[in-house]
């Protein structure tokens, strides 16, 4: 009868280690999502602001194209500081 319950004792700890490690596995994969997650956010974004940079750049040669129609003098002595 004892060794009847002690392997019954038994077989239900390893059940209960066997639980706690699949409750592991399960949180070591919701902590890769959410790292999956934050490294996704991050790339966006890092595209976001080089589109904007890329926009700036392409407004300021907009600008400096136009102030070169505009007075050609003028513009040589602004791009140069004067």
Do not use: P, W
Request: proline share 0%; aromatic share 4%; with cysteine.
């Amino acid at each position: 009868m004892a060794c009847r319950a002690h392997k019954e004792r038994e077989r239900e700890r390893e059940r209960e280690r066997e639980r706690e490690r699949e409750r592991e596995r399960e949180r070591e994969r919701e902590r890769e999502r959410e790292r999956g997650r934050e490294r996704e956010g991050k790339e966006r974004e890092s595209e976001n602001e080089r589109d904007q940079e890329r926009e700036i750049r392409r407004e300021q040669k907009n600008t400096n194209l136009q102030t070169i129609t505009v007075d050609f003098s003028t513009s040589i002595r602004f791009a140069r500081g004067y």
